[in-house]
Structure formats: C-alpha cells, structure tokens
C-alpha cells in the first residue's frame, strides 16, 4: 500500500515537471517541412500502373545474365555511376555528345544494351510508366542475387533526369585516390563510412582493365617500382596478366565469380587489385569495418541490402515538378 501511493506521488511529480518542460519549449517553426525526395519513393509505386514491372525486369536481366555473367557486375557498376552523378537518374544512359556516358571514367562502363531492352519491353506493357533510373536500380539488386548476394525490397518512383555532363562523371572515383577524398565524395551524397566499406564490396565479383593499376605494378607513384601494400606473389600474377592498359583481370582474385567476404579476407594479405581498396584496409577509419566482414560474412550481406538502398536512394527526383519518364533511356523525351 505504502509503495502504491509513493509511485502515485511520483508519478503526479513527473507529469507536474514534464508539463513544465513543454511549457517551457519554443513554439516550432511554422514553415512548412518539405519530407526528403526519397521519402517519396515506394516498394508499391507501380503496383497498380504497371503490376508485371519487377517480374519483366528480373526475367530479362536473368535472361541476359545466364548468357553472359559477367553483365551481372556491369550492371551493379553502371547503377554506381549513375547514382554517383546528379543522383539515381539514369542520367548515365542519356548517349548525346557531351553526356557522361562519354566520359572518359565512363569508357569501361557495360550493359547499356540490357536496359535499353528491359525498356522497350516496359513501353509495350505500360507506356510512359517506368523510368529507366527505376529499371536500372531494380536491375542491379536482380543482378546482385544473381551473382549469389542478398535480396532487398526496391523503393520505385525515381524520374529521369534531363541533364548529363562529362565533366562530372569524370569526378567519380576511379582507384587512385585518398580515402579522405573517398569518404568526402560518399558523405556529399550522404552515405557514411560503413556504406563506402560495404559498397566497395560489390568488388568481390567484377573485373578490371589494367589501365587502373598499371602505375601501381610497374611505377608507383613515380618511383619505378611497385606499389610496397601489394603482395609479391600477387604483384607477379599481376604482372603476368597486364601486358596492356586493355587487359582485364579480376577485382577479387580469390572468387572472382562469387558474391562473398573474400573481397575483404583479400584486403588483408595485401591483395587488393585497386589502391583504394587495399587502402580501405591501412586506414584507421575504415579498417574496422574491413575487419568486421572478413570474419562476419552474415553482418556483410545484411549490410550489402541496407547501403545498396541507401546508394539507390541518393538525391533522387521524385516530385511532381521534376524530371520525366523517359520514354527511350537514351534520349530525353521531345516536347
Ligand atoms: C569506393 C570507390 C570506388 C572506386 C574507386 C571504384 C573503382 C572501380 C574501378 C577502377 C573499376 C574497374 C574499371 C575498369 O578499369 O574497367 C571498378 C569496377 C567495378 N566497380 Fe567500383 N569503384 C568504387 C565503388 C564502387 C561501388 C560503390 C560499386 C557498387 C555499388 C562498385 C561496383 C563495381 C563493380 C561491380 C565493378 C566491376 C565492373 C565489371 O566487371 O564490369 N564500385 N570500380
Ligand atoms: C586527398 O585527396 C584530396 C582530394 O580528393 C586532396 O585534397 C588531399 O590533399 C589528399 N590528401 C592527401 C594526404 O594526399
Ligand atoms: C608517394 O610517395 C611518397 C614517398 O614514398 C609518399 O610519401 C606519398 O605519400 C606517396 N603518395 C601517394 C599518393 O601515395
């Protein structure tokens, strides 16, 4: 009984004080919050406008893929790049003189050819409905599970943009860079430390031409030797396969097909194919993460889903006065 009315008591004086407290508080700002672009986006976005769009798009790309696997990484590339310019608006695959899709950092970029099909069919069966960002991005977590990685809902409503400039896609990162200008261009677009780690994971599958490692072999950094964080015996491997800037060996030298942590266990026997990803490893503020998926596999995966759609939804145009649905992805639409 005693307790009951001490906890009645105590009680009365919390509501007194936390009334207080409000009483206290500034009134809020009465201007209008606009909710971020990507609070806009839905997994239900075409369910009722164009219901077939996911299982159209999985099946084409699943076509395309068992054909030739190695669009699956071309594809999770070319959904990077994109994104990392003017945001997920398929900016990427606007093919005019000057675009970014002509940029130099674009020249390796594939699978161009998958979406413009995946499109075509999508404005037979809905047209004017999806836009080629959204197809690129569902593209890119089916081409994930194809390569053996983890399934994530896609949020849909993204619109293409009308702008694409060279200049600016040559300002994604290319492998030669600092890890201070690698967190400064993830944090511009608002993906943090973890996301840069996790995301420069999709290099456990994919290749490369020699051209981005060419100086780190044979001349770094104006020494004529190679780069000292490379392993010998993969530095000789290296050497043997890149006679040519258009050679091409594997991101992940291990399991070159296989979506897994081996990217990382790699980092760690210095044998990481790009200086940016060996130097995710040597530097303080990204080697606990390296860490953390070279010996948790699980945590990687369930990380890999939570960043991909973060990175899906960077700077995303989603209101009603901005972008449009493309009807060829290759060209804005004529008015
Ligand atoms: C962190 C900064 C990054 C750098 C410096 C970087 C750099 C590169 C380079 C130089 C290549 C090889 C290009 C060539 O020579 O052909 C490449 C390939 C690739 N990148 Fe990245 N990348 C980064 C982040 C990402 C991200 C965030 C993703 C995906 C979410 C990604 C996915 C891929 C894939 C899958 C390939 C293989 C492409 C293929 O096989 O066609 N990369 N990257
Ligand atoms: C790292 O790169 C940035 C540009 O991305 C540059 O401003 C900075 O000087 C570089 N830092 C070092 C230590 O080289
Ligand atoms: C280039 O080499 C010098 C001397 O070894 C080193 O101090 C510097 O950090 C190197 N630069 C890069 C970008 O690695």
């Avoid at 075509?120 to 197809?135: F, G, M, N, Q």
Wanted: hydrophobic fraction near 40%; charge should be positive.
């Amino acid at each position: 009984m005693k307790f009951h009315y001490l906890s009645l008591f105590l009680l009365v004086i919390i509501l007194e004080l936390s009334t207080n407290v409000y009483g206290l508080m500034p009134k809020r700002s009465l201007k209008p919050l606009l909710p971020p672009p990507e609070a806009l986006l839905s997994i239900g976005h075409y369910h009722s406008t164009c219901p077939d769009a996911e299982g159209i798009i999985s099946q084409k790309v699943f076509a395309w893929v068992k054909k030739d696997p190695t669009l699956a990484p071309s594809i999770i590339r070319l959904h990077f790049h994109d994104c990392a310019v003017r945001g997920c608006d398929g900016s990427i695959l606007l093919n005019h003189v000057g675009s970014e899709r002509t940029a130099f950092a674009s020249k390796t970029l594939r699978g161009f050819q998958l979406i413009d099909e995946i499109k075509a069919e999508l404005e037979r069966r809905c047209p004017r409905t999806v836009s080629c960002a959204d197809i690129l991005t569902a593209a890119t977590r089916d081409a994930t599970i194809l390569a053996g990685g983890p399934f994530w809902e896609v949020p849909f409503g993204r619109k293409d943009g009308k702008i694409s400039i060279a200049k600016e896609a040559n300002l994604v990162p290319q492998g030669h860079e600092n890890i201070t200008g690698l967190i400064g261009f993830f944090q511009e677009r608002g993906l943090d430390m973890l996301d840069l780690v996790t995301l420069s994971g999709s290099h456990t599958i994919g290749r490369s031409t020699c051209y981005s490692v060419m100086n780190r072999i044979y001349n770094f950094n104006g020494t004529g030797k190679p780069d000292p964080s490379l392993n010998i015996y993969y530095l000789k491997m290296l050497r043997k396969r890149c006679k040519k800037d258009l050679d091409l060996v594997h991101l992940d030298v291990i399991t070159p097909r296989t979506f897994d942590t081996t990217y990382y266990t790699n980092l760690k026997r210095k044998a990481g194919l790009l200086s940016t990803d060996q130097l995710l490893f040597s530097d303080k503020r990204t080697s606990p993460f390296v860490d953390l998926f070279a010996t948790q596999p699980f945590v990687f995966t369930s990380q890999f889903a939570v960043s991909m759609v973060k990175l899906g939804n960077v700077q995303v145009l989603t209101r009603p006065n901005e972008g449009e649905i493309r009807v060829n992805c290759n060209y804005v639409n004529r008015v």
